[in-house]
């Protein structure tokens, strides 16, 4: 694991996530850019103190060195914005598969490198849009996928949250400083940080692709460079239309990731607050609740269990079927199209929500 | 009454909102554009058979022969978009009060025309965006008129409904077919109908003004002529900023007016669904839920009586306080503003959703 | 209208339910045991002096000497629950219809005694316990009784209120008071006043009869006579279990009546705060939201409704289907039951809850 | 860990909830009464083939001759209700802390035997009563118990499932075979499987206990031995009064677990579908939302953690603060109250509903 050290927070959500369906375990880390704390946190957690490294660079010598059956067998990124790309450029170049933390990198050419990297070391590559591994958002893009819904017609996709109302950076709270320093996060604030889950969900589930987009970004609180808040017009690739509103500066509001997605046959409407009931809308019919039982954890693991079982079969060159649920997690492509979200969001607004394409090729 | 004879919605709706109170009795109506169905319309609701009348302009002018204490007092208006404006002017011009459905006219042109003339006569005009009269949508203007939120920062309101997401206009159904005649209901369609409901509720609750607007209207339904989906970027005259959308055909919405509003200091939230609650939200405390008990043609209901007290202080000569609860309810300005809107909406759209100002002077 | 005068709660309701329709109108009444209070709300009203009466003696026995096309077609009782019989035994002996507010009488022999009065005249008798006058509640009833939920097993019925969890009877509060009286309530405080309504409500949409209860009511607050709190276990005559609670002292409730039916092959649930949503329940099926659009005052006026198209096809002579809409509004049977229900809870809670039968020969 | 192999259900939850805060690690096991198949659930989850044991008397004897420093440091159990005590037994005879899952024992003579044993060997026991795991249920608790609520006077908590609506045990379920099995579970079906977490719930936040109660269960489902459906009237030992429902035949229904406590001075609500709000009341007020954020999982976990945290205290001789967060788990005491409500609801409801009292002596 690189990142995730003493005072991080999404860090231990990782290390939850791994070790829910005991398949994975911890093995080493480089979790803080402080030597000692790194050390000192891979002690928290009982890892052996010559697995616990100061810097990602020495870990990943390191563990390159060690035999097969002992190194580990893959790099987490749960390190800021600016710091996915590097360990993760590493980590492949070295052999390694690599899980990162969203957004894929720090700007739209990093991930593009990293996903020609991938390509041409025939590595995996997992991004923790952690959102799409909920069984009802697998299930409401089953539904879209298998026509259910008919043609899609619109979608309204919105992530608002209220803890940056204030100018919480000044004030030592960690995780809002590095998200609102454009040297650690990028060009998008709101946008990178929980605009790209938005974007990612409503393409994950529609399996349409955004074309193109008009928004309207905006700083509200005083002194802060990024921006806290973000509406965007969208048209999709067949014709549908959406809206896409992030927040974080809407009080009171936690992590109301929400969805609707309406087609000419009928409608889906997910809230990530009540995440185990998809509610389906249907002409001249009972509105339908489907119900399962998965929390935020076990969404989260979902993926790193995919990612972990695809890994076994990629390691014993076993082949997958396409439909098989191990490949069914976000990828480096994912990652370039997030990117492209960020810079395409950012630049449209600067033209005054001048309609702006997605550049990902 | 002009309109709201056999096989019409809203008209019963008025009706039932005027008798509530038991301050205002039905005395005539020319309740269609046929005459013969005007009459029996009148006969269902008990009216002497000489004041149902076949015509607006022989109501009108019958009416106006009547003895002072024997004549209607106020002429209600409940036809289609663009029979608003010809009763609405001809009724002012005889020295009638004039309660109009909304949008106020056809077209802004007309909607300007009325108010100078409502300016000339000194006669009172109200228009029926009745969710303005829920207690707690008031009370949520209050809150915000008071600084309860600070500054406001957000406002997002929509307002989604399915019917009209098949061709329903050509099956027969009275109430679509005008609804997506352009010659009846003028140059919006969906954002005639509901979306200026959404824009009256935004600016009413928070006092502000919409300056300038980005719009992208479809048209999703084949052989449709008018849009049926409506997005909107809004910004406002404070520098917030706002996001409007409506649709008739995202399937399984009834009537889902919404709107959220983010101040610097705490959010407000109010569903049409369950119109007695209004949620606020604050920094570091409990969300509170506030709750009354009046349902929609209460609501309705209070849009008549404010008007008919405000009507019987002005014939009385008496003067009322300027926070007078009678002299709450929707004006010709308003009516001016919702007109001003929809052609705002139609333009920026055309023009691929170019910013656009409001023209209201 | 008997009762309903100035600072009176229902009986403003019940003109507006009876007005809704705009088949019904007030005529004459005796609006308190005050004449000149009497006649002032009369005047309020708009109604004619001379039928604006002292006391419902005077106007069963005015009215009844006026032709038959210029009396009232029936009287409605909206008095505290002491005042039911005597204007309604009255009526009935002069000829009258009879609408009541509910509970039907003050205690059950008087509801008994107004069953064969019932039955010797002939006349109609109609029992605003209104709730099953919401549309899903009939269809609630109609699935019930189509077998779609199978053999009914158990019902969960609960009606809470906060509202007097204090000793507001004695601050003036004139609603708080009379119910608070044993003289004029009766034997039940709670479960006369809520708890029929709940009572009504499960018998009505399982169309099962409680067969025996056992009942624990309490006293919370200090110098109060009547219950304010009610808890029932119910067996019905299929051999159904089933909970009744209602509370007066549960503080933030307002008029939470809801209930839950579970049969062999589905469920249903319904929500008074949310009256326009049913949920069913299946194996094996995603939950399913049957909806409508009515609202409380809707739903009490389909009572009136009923009633009233009752009365012109009895007074007519016409005789209706037994499935007709018009005959479907409770009855001096539902009263004798509802009252055989308070008076069955009272003695099962003076035994320490020891199983009661109903009384209703 | 006893109990928890292969095709097991809470098993596995309980291992996630003790990995979470990777403080705790699975050493051993004996996870099935098959000694094969313990070995091979053991080798799915990495654990080394010699702590793999057959039996729990085999793990307890071999665990015992280990180093202190080696050895396991308490027994997890998570066996069908007839095996709770005697793993549990003979861990406490052999210096092991003991962690059960509920009801405490078969009986409530066990669960008076194993109080006993608990106090002479000094050693800690802990029962997952999962549920007050919930930073809102300990909220709650806390605010009852600074007196926000005032005097306690009504208690409902309701915990209906659906899932053994049909005859589920003969069509090879192995969850619902030894729940509804009386040489399995016990004198109580639904009461003792579900029927004590509703129990323990109430008397956790309230800090009342339940003085008697009059019990009425059912078995609705034909061929089943143990009740399927429970309803209780219960009164505390304050004078408060209340309910208790639980169902298993209840349609529809999951895991609903509700709670609402009344006071003199306001109500608090808390649903476990929605465990991350605390629904709060007051009188002329609005209600309150109390919030935080922790998952099912989260919660179990926290039993786990405080367990672990009293365990190391105690091992290192350290006195913990009264107040310590580290003692708030489920005690042998709320086992032995456990058995003494499912044998107090089965005599009282063998008695017709008669009121019993709990024998906690």
Redesign the interface.
């Known amino acids: 694991m690189v990142g995730g050290g003493r005072g991080a927070f999404i860090g231990a959500v990782h290390?939850?996530a791994a070790?829910?369906d005991?398949q994975i375990d911890l093995v080493c880390g480089a979790f803080s850019s402080d030597p000692e704390k790194s050390k000192a946190s891979g002690a928290d957690?009982?890892l052996p103190p010559d697995r616990c490294y100061g810097t990602f660079e020495e870990m990943i010598k390191s563990e390159a060195k060690l035999p097969k059956d002992q190194r580990m067998d893959f790099v987490a990124i749960v390190t800021p914005n600016h710091m996915h790309f590097p360990p993760a450029k590493m980590a492949l170049e070295n052999g390694f598969h690599v899980l990162s933390d969203k957004p894929a990198t720090f700007n739209l050419k990093q991930a593009k490198q990293l996903r020609d990297l991938v390509k041409k070391t025939g590595l995996l590559y997992a991004l923790t849009h952690n959102y799409t591994g909920y069984p009802l958002v697998k299930q409401a893009r089953d539904m879209v996928r298998d026509g259910k819904l008919g043609k899609i017609?619109?979608v309204?996709v919105?992530y608002?949250q209220?803890w940056l109302?204030?100018r919480l950076e000044i004030q030592g709270q960690k995780q809002a400083f590095w998200r609102t320093d454009p040297k650690q996060s990028g060009a998008g604030g709101c946008v990178g940080d929980i605009g790209t889950h938005a974007e990612n969900l409503a393409e994950y589930i529609t399996g349409l692709q955004i074309k193109e987009l008009?928004a309207?970004i905006?700083t509200?609180v005083k002194g802060r460079v990024l921006d806290d808040?973000v509406?965007v017009?969208l048209?999709f690739d067949n014709g549908a239309?959406?809206?896409l509103?992030a927040?974080q500066?809407?009080?009171?509001?936690?992590?109301n990731l929400n969805i609707?997605v309406?087609?000419?046959?009928?409608?889906l409407e997910w809230h990530q607050r009540?995440p185990n009931t998809l509610i389906?809308?249907?002409?001249d019919q009972?509105?339908?609740?489907?119900?399962t039982?998965q929390?935020?954890?076990?969404a989260f693991a979902n993926i790193y269990k995919n990612f972990a079982n695809h890994i076994r079969a990629f390691e014993a060159k076993r082949k997958l079927p396409a439909d098989d649920i191990a490949l069914d997690y976000p990828r480096i492509e994912d990652g370039v199209r997030g990117m492209a979200f960020i810079e395409a969001v950012v630049a449209s607004s600067k033209a005054?929500?001048k309609?702006t394409k997605l550049d990902t090729k």
Chains 1, 2, 3, 4 share one sequence.
Do not use: C
């Open positions: 290390r939850i070790a829910m005991q957690l009982f017609r619109k309204i919105e608002p209220g109302a204030t008009a309207d905006t509200f808040d509406n017009l048209r239309k959406g809206i509103h927040s500066i809407s009080i009171g509001e936690e992590n609707r309406h087609g000419e046959k009928g409608s009540e389906a809308k249907w002409p009972p509105v339908q609740l489907l119900r039982a929390g935020y954890l076990e005054n929500a309609w």
